[in-house]
């Protein structure tokens, strides 16, 4: 089934303006099947407007060893944290 | 009346198309296309009630949706028998959903000038998704045609099984030809030339061959049927039968 038929993830855009995320994966044979499947799978309720496919393979993930060296040391630098100051209502999403 | 006998043989066409898909749903070779094959059943029953409804108005005796759907019997059944052929394999039901998708597109294309109103807003949404069923089926005919040995003979068989129920699609009826001429419903013949080039472009990349038709298998627009639609009828009506006037 594999050999035949890769891993995709599939990321869609709920509306304009805003950016892809990840929903899930499927299987396909290649990036058009991958496509309709996505569309069929993942949009069947008005999820999106766009789709992206990605071979999962294509994807480099961070190491779960390294989580601890990567992540940790942000926790106590609060400053970087935008919570400072009062965001105008106007300016929509960040 | 014509108008409501084309009306209903166009849901009809619709109504076991769908069913028949839906049939797959839980034996679909994969999660995707068990989710797909439904999502394709659900846009042509969704295209059938709107005519069901529309026909038992324009009829004016009460008749529901429901009460046409449930309620009739095969020999009043009006679809074409491509609709009704047996599911098979998924090369089989393939190449029946680009055969009928194929044609269907460009007749609500054409539909979004009729004189009807409801005929006007069905086309509108079903040429969307017609030319979508387009896409997704034909893309896994040219991936069965130009695949494997066996995915090859698969579809190869489908499409000796399939053909002598293409020209039937082009027949129109006593009624058909009413609704026709008053501008309600294309003319089902102009649209051969496009369904010839829709059908040509993808089975030269499937590496298929279109055979010429023997003979041409008709029928269905006279209530005469294969002994199929007896028992996809008896197993989409049972429940409303048994529990006349049940709801959800």
């Known amino acids: 089934m594999t050999a035949t038929t890769p ?19 499927l299987h396909a044979a290649d990036e058009v099947m991958a496509l309709q499947a996505a569309r069929d799978v993942y949009t069947r309720r008005g999820e999106g407007n766009s789709i992206w496919v990605v071979p ?16 940790e040391p942000t926790a106590d630098k609060i400053y970087r944290h935008p919570t400072f100051y009062e965001i105008p209502d106007e300016v929509g999403h960040m | 009346m014509a108008v409501f006998d084309a009306l209903l043989e166009l849901a009809d066409d619709h109504l076991i198309l769908g069913h ?3 049939e797959w749903c839980g034996h679909a070779p994969m999660l995707e296309e068990d989710l797909a094959m439904p ?26 949706e429901d009460d046409l759907a449930y309620l009739r019997g095969e020999r009043e059944y009006r679809n074409c028998l491509l609709v009704e052929r047996p599911n098979e394999d998924f090369a089989h039901t393939m190449l029946r959903q680009f055969y009928f998708a194929a044609f269907m597109r460009p007749y609500w294309l054409a539909a979004l000038n009729s004189t009807d109103e409801v005929v006007r807003g069905v086309a509108g949404k079903a040429e969307k998704e017609m030319a979508y069923h387009i896409r997704h089926a034909g893309e896994w005919v040219i991936r069965l045609g130009d695949g ?3 995915s090859a003979a698969r579809i190869r068989d489908a499409v000796e099984a399939l053909h002598i129920y293409v020209d039937e699609l082009f027949d129109s009826s006593d009624a ?12 089902r013949a102009d649209l051969r030339a496009t369904w010839d080039r829709t059908v040509a472009e993808v089975f030269a990349e499937a590496l298929l061959e279109q055979p010429t038709a023997a003979y041409a298998q008709r029928g269905g627009r006279q209530g005469i049927h294969n002994e199929t639609l007896g028992h996809l009828l008896a197993e989409m009506q049972v429940v409303h039968r048994a529990h006349p ?3 959800w």
Do not use: C
């Not at chain 1, 891993?7 to 994966?25: D, T, Y």
């Not at chain 2, 108005?57 to 008749?63: H, T, V």
């Open chain 1, 7 to 25: 891993l995709w993830e599939v990321f869609i855009r709920p509306r304009n303006g805003l950016a892809h995320k990840h929903v899930g994966s």
């Open chain 1, 56 to 71: 999962s393979a294509a994807i480099t993930a961070s190491d779960p060893d390294q989580t601890a060296e990567n992540f």
């Open chain 2, 20 to 22: 028949r898909l839906s």
């Open chain 2, 39 to 64: 999502n394709m059943g659900l846009d042509l029953i969704g295209t059938a009630r709107t005519l069901y409804d529309h026909a038992g108005k324009l009829e004016g005796k009460g008749r529901s």
């Open chain 2, 148 to 150: 494997t040995e066996e």
């Open chain 2, 176 to 187: 058909a030809q009413e609704a026709e001429a008053a501008g309600l419903l294309p003319v």
């Open chain 2, 245 to 247: 006037g049940a709801r």
